[in-house]
């Protein structure tokens, strides 16, 4: 049986704290701009989905991941993170046109 983990997380309205700051991880776009990544949407999911451009499992469920990002549109935010320097930028652009992804890709370089 195929397994498939989602990592999502719900926004609250953010809260001033004098003490905290809300935190952005650093990624990039697949053109090479810079994205700070956080909580943007107060009331809406954000899904996070590891992807490796030669993965089987990334390459088998682009479709569904595709069928969910447009399902759940109007309550979430899909997002594909690249993690680390594994997969070039011309794999990752020919996974994204390839499997025709419909949520914004990013990587985390360096990290």
Known sequence: ??????????CSPKVDHADKQEEAVL???LEGKSYEFKCENP??????????ADCPACQA??????ELSARFSA???FY?????????????????D?????????????K
């Open 75 to 77: 309550s979430a935010d």
């Open 1 to 10: 049986m195929p397994f498939f983990l989602l990592m999502a997380c719900a």
């Open 43 to 52: 009331g809406r999911f954000s899904v996070v989905i590891m992807l490796l």
């Open 27 to 29: 990624l990039k776009d």
């Open 98 to 110: 390839s499997y025709k992804i419909r949520f914004p890709l990013y990587s985390d370089f360096g």
């Open 61 to 66: 469920y682009s479709k569904t991941m595709n």
């Open 80 to 96: 594909g993170i690249f993690p680390g320097d594994y997969n070039t930028i011309e794999e990752k652009q020919n996974y994204r």
